[in-house]
């Protein structure tokens, strides 16, 4: 996959996923967008997937685009065509973890610059290391976010803040972060909290979990009667089915549920 510039390891419905390119602090060359893009096209189409955790190997967790790499073999790289859904093949490598049907945690140390800082904000929820390091980059090489930033940082990030860091490139750690709407919590082992989070959620009824992930990306455009339709239609598909009557019973019995998938 992407010459394993992405990997996947798979246990409990917990995918522990990593960018694999340690040497370069996982920056972004073209092998690294197919391998992202192959990775969240695998988890898609994965049975029994109940949520996932995102980090990168070695001392970052991505250090955005490898400019050099792009300059000599990646600026071919098609951004007109909307190849994934309503994203294009970059947009995809950020977005598609928005989109995928469970949530993902990301596990954030080192730094998170330019598109590593989108990939991030991808995931529903973000857990940083004390010392993180953060930027939306891209100024600085005279270019935008474009990797769905300004979609995913809509709702999180304070209008006139984001706009003070695109025009600056201005670099904040993970505390700032934490205010700024970038990072959700610290914790001085982000992938074992991530881990332990995603296991937690995993324990859960996942139809549930995934309806609930359904109604947290309505919640961000969607109209009130949108929204409340979405919640009752939700509801009526959960209530009775036998994952939602085993989480009644294993809570009344004081066990751990036996979930189906």
Same mark, same amino acid.
């Given at each position: 996959?992407?010459?394993?510039?992405?990997?996947?390891?798979?246990?409990?419905?917990?995918?522990?996923?990593?960018?694999?390119?340690?040497?370069?602090?996982?920056?972004?060359?073209?092998?690294?967008?197919?391998?992202?893009?192959?990775?969240?096209?695998?988890?898609?189409?994965?049975?029994?997937?109940?949520?996932?955790?995102?980090?990168?190997?070695?001392?970052?967790?991505?250090?955005?685009?490898?400019?050099?790499?792009?300059?000599?073999?990646?600026?071919?790289?098609?951004?007109?065509?909307?190849?994934?859904?309503?994203?294009?093949?970059?947009?995809?490598?950020?977005?598609?973890?928005?989109?995928?049907?469970?949530?993902?945690?990301?596990?954030?140390?080192?730094?998170?610059?330019?598109?590593?800082?989108?990939?991030?904000?991808? $995931?529903? *929820? /973000?857990? @940083?290391?004390?010392?993180?390091? +953060?930027? #939306?980059?891209?100024?600085?090489?005279? =270019?935008?976010?474009?990797?769905?930033?300004?979609?995913?940082?809509?709702?999180?990030?304070?209008?006139?803040?984001?706009?003070?860091?695109?025009?600056?490139?201005?670099?904040?750690?993970?505390?700032?972060?934490?205010?700024?709407?970038?990072?959700?919590?610290?914790?001085?082992?982000?992938?074992?909290?991530?881990?332990?989070?995603?296991?937690?959620?995993?324990?859960?009824?996942? $139809?549930? *979990? /995934?309806? @609930?992930?359904?109604?947290?990306? +309505?919640? #961000?455009?969607?109209?009130?009667?949108? =929204?409340?339709?979405?919640?009752?239609?939700?509801?009526?598909?959960?209530?009775?089915?036998?994952?939602?009557?085993?989480?009644?019973?294993?809570?009344?019995?004081?066990?751990?549920?036996?979930?189906?998938?």
């Amino acid at each position: 996959m992407g010459e394993q510039r992405v990997t996947i390891s798979v246990e409990d419905g917990v995918a522990d996923v990593r960018l694999a390119r340690p040497d370069k602090l996982n920056a972004l060359d073209p092998a690294m967008f197919d391998g992202i893009v192959a990775a969240i096209a695998e988890l898609e189409a994965m049975a029994g997937l109940r949520a996932v955790v995102l980090s990168g190997e070695g001392r970052a967790f991505c250090a955005g685009l490898d400019m050099a790499s792009m300059a000599t073999g990646g600026s071919g790289i098609d951004i007109a065509t909307r190849s994934h859904g309503i994203a294009n093949v970059v947009q995809q490598v950020a977005w598609g973890w928005r989109t995928l049907p469970v949530p993902v945690i990301a596990a954030v140390h080192g730094v998170a610059f330019g598109g590593g800082l989108q990939i991030a904000s991808g $995931a529903d *929820v /973000r857990i @940083a290391a004390p010392g993180t390091r +953060l930027s #939306a980059m891209e100024i600085k090489w005279g =270019i935008v976010p474009d990797m769905a930033g300004f979609a995913l940082w809509r709702g999180n990030v304070r209008d006139d803040v984001l706009r003070e860091l695109a025009y600056t490139a201005r670099e904040f750690g993970a505390a700032e972060a934490i205010g700024f709407g970038f990072v959700t919590r610290l914790a001085e082992s982000p992938h074992a909290e991530a881990m332990a989070l995603a296991r937690a959620i995993a324990g859960r009824n996942p $139809a549930a *979990v /995934r309806a @609930a992930k359904r109604l947290a990306g +309505l919640a #961000a455009d969607g109209t009130d009667a949108q =929204i409340l339709l979405a919640e009752s239609r939700e509801q009526a598909a959960l209530l009775r089915t036998p994952n939602q009557l085993e989480a009644v019973t294993a809570n009344l019995q004081k066990r751990s549920p036996a979930f189906g998938d």
